[in-house]
């Protein structure tokens, strides 16, 4: 099984200022047909996760460009530019080239 | 767009088997670029993948719950269900259904989730 795991595992953030969220995957999430199989979902309180980023770095639709996703190979990172009240909530990476698809443990982003 | 509803008991004694159903709306559940899942989530812990199902009948399991799960589809009624057998309290959990995109990898949109306890 692919192991993912994420850091920092609390963050504490404030409005305004950038926030940034490292995963990494036990090994190279790079597909034989060039795609990277990495994905970011956000959890708020309360709710389902929504998928924010799919392959590595393309974000959903509707999702806020504030969000921006990086990496490769086995080293990924979410960055939000200017972090809103409105992002709180758990973050998870989930990684998508083989089964059983794994996710990390999350990132819970609160605010200060 | 595209709705997840998830529903079944939300009680269910050890050892006995916990049927939940998934019913898609906004969309046809016989999409060839897509399959249907599940994920669940103890209280306060993380997303466990449990297997998905493409509306073939083709499925794939987590082979931690393979044993025990089976993940069927009625495309009659555009729905999906998910059987897991001789529950422990360790199967508590939420249990989430969501679209998953075979060529992307990703799970999109999620049912809103429906809390599962299992307690004599």
């Known amino acids: 099984d692919i192991v993912m795991t994420q850091s920092p595992l609390s963050l504490p953030v404030t409005p305004g200022e950038p926030a940034s969220i490292s995963c990494r995957s036990s090994q190279s999430l790079l597909h034989s047909n060039g795609y990277t199989f990495l994905n970011w979902y956000l959890q708020k309180p309360g709710q389902s996760p929504q998928l924010l980023i799919s392959?590595?770095?393309d974000r959903a639709s509707g999702v806020p460009d504030r969000f921006s996703g990086s990496g490769s190979g086995t080293d990924f990172t979410l960055k939000i530019s200017r972090v809103e009240a409105e992002d709180v909530g758990v973050y998870y990476c989930?990684?998508?080239?083989?089964?059983?698809?794994?996710f990390g443990p999350g990132t819970k982003v609160y605010i200060k | 767009q595209l709705q997840l509803q998830e529903s079944g008991p939300g009680l269910v004694k050890p050892s006995e088997t916990l049927s939940l159903t998934c019913a898609v709306s906004g969309g046809s559940i016989s999409s060839s670029n897509h399959y249907w899942g599940w994920i669940r989530q103890p209280p306060g812990k993380g997303l466990e993948w449990i297997g998905v199902i493409h509306y073939s009948g083709s499925t794939s399991y987590s082979p931690s719950l393979k044993s025990r799960v089976t993940i069927s589809v009625d495309t009659s009624k555009n729905q999906f269900s998910l059987k897991l057998s001789s529950v422990t309290v360790a199967d508590t959990a939420v249990y989430y259904c969501s679209r998953y995109s075979g060529t992307i990898g990703w799970f999109d949109p999620w049912g809103q989730g429906t809390l599962v306890t299992v307690s004599s």
């Open positions: 989930m990684q998508a080239l083989q089964t059983p698809l794994t």
């Open positions: 392959l590595s770095s």
